[in-house]
């Protein structure tokens, strides 16, 4: 199955037998999301990506892999920041192995496979999410972006607001 559309994945389907396993490239949704105040999103709205599934003797082990670019704004300037996202996720699986065996992702055998891949890619973003680490980001007096301003740019120096005070003197 190549490329195959799917949100919710059949695993019971495949019909793995205990120590089996099956690969399978398949296109995923992502819906955008915000991260730091700011809106991201997948080109296309989808990604491919390898899914990687295991039947063990009583469940299942899941491998999820993908690259992908993110469209969004640099957390400095807010220019575009053209950053690309690579996710490799396992999930395991094993009915009465307890909560660290048990995926929230499988359900009866259906895969969540839209909910797997928009948390795989969230976990796997950076801290900040930057166009190039020696961005300058944004004036905080004008907003002006300071990558494109320029070594000449500077504004007066805000005055003392010890000597405030003084401005109100009237001396008439």
């Known amino acids: 199955m190549v490329g195959q559309r799917t949100d919710i994945f059949d695993i019971g389907a495949l019909g793995l037998s205990s120590g089996e396993g099956r690969r399978l490239e398949l296109e995923v949704a992502v819906a955008d999301f915000h991260f730091g105040g700011e809106r991201y999103s997948v080109p ?3 990604v491919s990506a390898t899914l990687d599934v295991s039947h063990t003797t009583s469940g299942y082990s899941m491998r999820l892999r993908l690259d992908t670019p993110l ?8 220019a575009d920041a053209g950053h690309a996202v690579a996710v490799d996720a396992r999930e395991v699986d094993q009915p ?11 359900e009866d055998e259906h895969l969540d496979l839209r909910a797997w ?9 950076p801290v900040r999410i930057i166009c ?5 980001g944004l ?23 010890r000597w405030a005070a003084l401005r109100e003197l009237r001396l008439d």
């Open 44 to 46: 296309g709205g989808s």
């Open 71 to 78: 469209e969004g704004p640099c957390m400095r300037c807010l």
């Open 96 to 106: 009465g192995g307890g909560e660290e065996l048990s995926s929230p992702y499988l």
């Open 117 to 125: 891949t928009r948390d795989a890619l969230a976990l796997a973003l």
């Open 132 to 136: 190039k680490e020696e961005c300058l």
């Open 139 to 161: 004036c905080s007096v004008c907003g002006e972006d300071l990558n494109r301003a320029g070594p000449e740019h500077a504004h007066e120096p805000e005055p003392d607001p």
